[in-house]
C-alpha cells in the first residue's frame, strides 16, 4: 500500500529527458546543394583571372603597411575567427531553433572553413608556385625547386589559404541565410583583393580558392547526407515510447483509486488482528 501510494505521486518522466544539450546531425541543417552553374562560373572566373596576373606590379611593394579595413577583411581568413563565430552562432538564443541545431550550424560554418584552408595547404606545396616579388613587374608563373623540406609552404602562393578559409566559411554563411549573401560574398572577395594588394598572392590565386572551396563544400556535404544519422528522439517522442496506448507506464503498476486504496487498508487490518476479536 505505501509503494502503491508513492507510485502514484511519482512524477511520469521519460528515460532522458533530462538531458540538455544533444548536438543535431549536420544533415539536418546542410543548405540546398550547390548547382552546377556555380561550379561554371568560379571555373570560367579562374580561367579570366590567368590574364590579369600582371595587376599584382600595381601593388604596393611588399611590406607597407595598410589601413584598418585591410585587417578587418584579413581576419575573415583566420580560422579562430569562425571558431568565434561557432560559439556565437550557438549560444544565440534568438534563433528559432535548438541549441543542438545552433551548434549544427556553427560547427558546420567552422568545418567549411577548416576544410578549405586545409586543402589549400596540402595543395600549395605540390603546386608550389612563387609568391609575387617584394617589388617589380609580374615574372609570370615560377615555381619553387623542392629543397630539403618540400613540404614547406612558405613563399608558395597558389592557392591563398586566407582566401581559401575566407570563401569556404563566407559561402556556407550565404547559403544559410541568403539575405546576408551580397555581404558576405563582398567580404570574402575583399579578403581576397586584400592578400594581391599585399603581394602575398597573384589574382589567379584567389580565384582558384573561390572554385577550391566551392569543390570541398560539395564534396563536403555530399559526404554528410551519405553518412548514416542516428535518430534522435525528442522530449515528447520519448516520453510517447515510454506510456502505452493507454496512457499508463509499461511494465507498471497501475495507479490505485481512492476506494481500491481503503479496501486494501481494511483488508490489511483484518488480516493482523487476533482471531478472537473477528
Given at each position: 500500500?505505501p509503494?502503491a501510494?508513492?507510485?502514484?505521486?511519482?512524477?511520469?518522466?521519460a528515460?532522458?529527458?533530462?538531458?540538455?544539450?544533444r548536438?543535431?546531425?549536420?544533415s539536418?541543417?546542410?543548405?540546398?546543394?550547390?548547382?552546377?552553374?556555380?561550379f561554371?562560373?568560379?571555373?570560367?572566373?579562374?580561367v579570366?583571372s590567368?590574364?590579369?596576373?600582371?595587376?599584382?606590379?600595381l601593388?604596393?611593394?611588399?611590406?607597407?603597411?595598410?589601413g584598418?579595413?585591410?585587417?578587418?577583411?584579413?581576419?575573415?581568413?583566420?580560422l579562430?575567427?569562425w571558431?568565434?563565430?561557432?560559439?556565437?552562432?550557438?549560444?544565440d538564443g534568438?534563433?528559432?531553433?535548438?541549441?543542438?541545431?545552433?551548434?549544427?550550424?556553427?560547427?558546420?560554418?567552422?568545418?567549411?572553413?577548416?576544410?578549405s584552408g586545409a586543402?589549400?595547404?596540402?595543395?600549395?606545396?605540390?603546386v608550389?608556385?612563387l609568391?609575387?616579388?617584394?617589388?617589380?613587374?609580374?615574372?609570370g608563373?615560377?615555381?619553387?625547386?623542392?629543397?630539403?623540406?618540400?613540404w614547406?609552404g612558405?613563399?608558395?602562393?597558389?592557392?591563398?589559404e586566407?582566401?581559401?578559409?575566407?570563401?569556404?566559411?563566407l559561402?556556407?554563411?550565404?547559403r544559410?541565410?541568403?539575405?546576408?549573401?551580397p555581404l558576405?560574398?563582398?567580404l570574402?572577395?575583399?579578403?581576397a583583393?586584400?592578400k594581391v594588394?599585399?603581394r602575398?598572392?597573384?589574382?589567379?590565386?584567389?580565384?582558384?580558392?573561390?572554385?577550391l572551396?566551392?569543390?570541398?563544400?560539395?564534396?563536403?556535404?555530399?559526404?554528410?547526407a551519405?553518412?548514416?544519422?542516428?535518430?534522435?528522439?525528442?522530449?515528447p517522442e520519448?516520453r510517447?515510447?515510454?506510456?502505452?496506448?493507454?496512457?499508463?507506464?509499461?511494465g507498471?503498476?497501475?495507479?490505485?483509486?481512492?476506494?481500491?486504496?481503503?479496501?486494501?487498508?481494511?483488508?490489511?487490518?483484518?488480516a493482523?488482528?487476533?482471531e478472537?476479536?473477528r
Amino acid at each position: 500500500f505505501p509503494d502503491a501510494m508513492r507510485l502514484r505521486r511519482a512524477p511520469l518522466r521519460a528515460p532522458g529527458e533530462q538531458r540538455l544539450f544533444r548536438l543535431a546531425p549536420l544533415s539536418q541543417v546542410l543548405p540546398p546543394s550547390l548547382p552546377r552553374r556555380a561550379f561554371v562560373a568560379a571555373g570560367a572566373v579562374f580561367v579570366l583571372s590567368l590574364g590579369f596576373d600582371g595587376l599584382t606590379s600595381l601593388a604596393p611593394a611588399k611590406g607597407q603597411r595598410f589601413g584598418d579595413l585591410h585587417a578587418l577583411l584579413r581576419i575573415f581568413g583566420y580560422l579562430p575567427t569562425w571558431l568565434l563565430l561557432m560559439l556565437g552562432l550557438a549560444l544565440d538564443g534568438q534563433m528559432r531553433r535548438d541549441l543542438g541545431q545552433r551548434a549544427a550550424l556553427g560547427l558546420y560554418v567552422l568545418l567549411s572553413a577548416a576544410l578549405s584552408g586545409a586543402a589549400a595547404a596540402v595543395l600549395k606545396p605540390l603546386v608550389r608556385r612563387l609568391e609575387p616579388p617584394r617589388t617589380g613587374d609580374y615574372p609570370g608563373w615560377i615555381f619553387a625547386p623542392l629543397g630539403d623540406q618540400p613540404w614547406k609552404g612558405s613563399d608558395l602562393s597558389f592557392p591563398s589559404e586566407h582566401a581559401s578559409v575566407a570563401f569556404g566559411a563566407l559561402l556556407a554563411l550565404a547559403r544559410l541565410f541568403p539575405g546576408a549573401a551580397p555581404l558576405c560574398i563582398a567580404l570574402a572577395c575583399g579578403t581576397a583583393y586584400g592578400k594581391v594588394q599585399a603581394r602575398g598572392h597573384h589574382v589567379s590565386d584567389v580565384c582558384f580558392s573561390l572554385l577550391l572551396a566551392l569543390g570541398v563544400a560539395w564534396a563536403f556535404e555530399r559526404a554528410v547526407a551519405r553518412w548514416p544519422a542516428r535518430t534522435v528522439r525528442t522530449a515528447p517522442e520519448a516520453r510517447a515510447g515510454f506510456l502505452g496506448s493507454t496512457g499508463e507506464r509499461r511494465g507498471a503498476v497501475p495507479p490505485l483509486s481512492l476506494e481500491a486504496n481503503e479496501a486494501s487498508a481494511s483488508e490489511l487490518r483484518l488480516a493482523a488482528a487476533p482471531e478472537a476479536e473477528r
